[in-house]
């Protein structure tokens, strides 16, 4: 590579650095900080499922970090909704992956708010770097005895010659019974990507409000507002036809991010809008299910399983957009070319 004579290490440019924090709720995490040299830099926290916990695009932040911070799995609450005291939002929480959504009872388990995997460090996790791409891999066992025996490896592949992430996950049943298999991508964008002046576009053909108070502002479902004092969240489940696409793009910052996902396997795509003030975030999220809770997806026939010794991959790209061109040709091209899903 002709630039890396200008330099006296590559991490001048690009690379991964592991880092451990110290001090308060989160001492002692392990970190990752990756950036490819192009504009994308992004965190990995090991010891949160290998979720990404800050994203920035040539020094813009576009993830929300809520006002917990990190918060070290040791501090996990796993009953009703303890799970919001350690929720560090970040740009990516993995939801499952056994539940997600409301807190319930079924089949005699208690399960919590959006299940425990985002509180399991991973058991192992290394990165490696080529000319092409950088990518983080991480192992997670969602596992105990006497029930579910789950592992989910992930790879987090950041291109060095794009500005693009695609994450892959192959989650396995080392067990010997079917599992209930739950898993919803909880990507959160924050200021400034997320500002009133922001826009966003969904390629869903029917948005369904999840209650009545959502319902009320259906008709503005893809407006976003300043930060609003005593804000009640609002969801929207988005339904498509095609390729799934989730965009938002900033101009006073002219940039924004494209997310896409293939709809024949993460089926169901919820949009989390809560405009509080500091709760203000936008949750784009594809899934295999909706986040009303495991129990009534299995009173309506559409809860997932995966069978012993199984293996089901999911895979969600992240694009960089840097003009309301890019933008602009995303709401116009509604179907993606699945070849394009490689960076």
Not at 32 to 43: L, S
Not at 134 to 149: E, L, T
């Amino acid at each position: 590579m002709e630039r890396l004579k200008y330099v006296g290490h590559e991490s001048q440019l690009f690379g991964v650095e592991e880092h451990r924090l110290i001090g308060g709720k989160g001492d002692g995490m392990r970190l990752f900080q990756v950036k490819n040299g192009k504009g994308i830099e992004f965190t990995v926290s090991a010891d949160r499922g290998a979720d990404i916990s800050r994203l920035s695009f040539k020094g813009d932040n576009f993830s929300y970090f809520s006002p917990n911070g990190y918060v070290a799995p040791a501090y996990y609450d796993a009953t009703g909704t303890g799970f919001l005291k350690s929720f560090t939002a970040g740009f990516l929480t993995t939801c499952g992956l056994t539940a997600v959504g409301s807190p319930c009872i079924d089949d005699g388990e208690a399960l919590p708010l959006h299940g425990n995997y985002n509180n399991i460090p991973a058991e192992h996790i290394y990165w490696e770097m080529d000319e092409e791409s950088i990518r983080v891999h991480a192992s997670v066992k969602d596992a105990g005895i006497f029930c579910r025996k789950l592992e989910l490896n992930r790879v987090i592949m950041c291109s060095k010659l794009k500005n693009c992430i695609i994450i892959k996950d192959k989650i396995t049943n080392h067990g010997d019974i079917a599992s209930p298999l739950m898993i919803l991508y909880h990507m959160n964008i924050g200021y400034p990507l997320l500002s009133e002046r922001a826009k966003l576009h969904i390629s869903s053909k029917h948005v369904i409000a999840r209650n009545e108070h959502a319902a009320k502002d259906m008709d503005t479902w893809d407006q976003i507002i300043e930060p609003t004092a005593h804000f009640e969240e609002q969801c929207y489940f988005h339904q498509f036809e095609k390729e799934g696409k989730a965009a938002i793009f900033n101009p006073d910052i002219q940039k924004g991010l494209l997310i896409s996902f293939d709809t024949a396997i993460l089926d169901y795509f919820t949009e989390w809008k809560m405009m509080g003030i500091h709760d203000y975030v936008l949750g784009l999220e594809p899934g295999n299910c909706h986040p009303d809770g495991r129990d009534k997806m299995r009173e309506d026939g559409t809860l997932k399983f995966i069978q012993p010794e199984e293996s089901i991959t999911y895979q969600v790209k992240i694009e960089m957009l840097e003009s309301e061109e890019e933008y602009k040709q995303v709401i116009e091209n509604n179907e993606i070319d699945r070849e394009d899903i490689r960076c």
